[in-house]
Nanobody, 118 residues
Framework: QVHLVDTGGGLVQAGGSLRLSCVASGLTFDNYYMGWFRQPPGKEREFVAAFSDKPTTIYTDSVKGRITISRDNAKNTVYLQMDSLKPEDTAMYYC????????????WGQGTLVTVSS
């Protein structure tokens, strides 16, 4: 059984930083692209960042230069380092896993809440 556990959310002031973590179990981590999505209050879920084929990492425009995705395959963990946070980054953040040959994000974490105060 596959589990993705998201942690690291919290309340931070604008300009601050947070690092989210997502630990995966029940899957062969190397065989999956990992990504992060977010759902702001009252809005649809949106893409934030992910590993891919080429280019190897992709980001939505609004977070470029402020947010970095990374992974530690030895720990089955993907991270989202978020710097220079803005109030509009406030959202529930979810990690997700997509099999290398698939276009669909199959597995999802439970989410971790990030709140950025102005």
């Amino acid at each position: 059984q596959v589990h993705l556990v998201d942690t690291g959310g919290g309340l931070v002031q604008a300009g601050g930083s947070l690092r989210l973590s997502c630990v995966a179990s029940g899957l062969t981590f190397d065989n999956y692209y990992m990504g992060w999505f977010r759902q702001p209050p009252g809005k649809e879920r949106e893409f934030v960042a992910a590993f891919s084929d080429k280019p190897t990492t992709i980001y939505t425009d609004s977070v470029k230069g402020r947010i970095t995705i990374s992974r530690d395959n030895a720990k089955n963990t993907v991270y989202l380092q978020m710097d220079s946070l803005k109030p509009e980054d406030t959202a529930m953040y979810y990690c997700a896993a997509r099999f290398l040959s698939s276009i669909s994000w199959r597995y999802w974490g439970q989410g971790t809440l990030v709140t950025v105060s102005s």
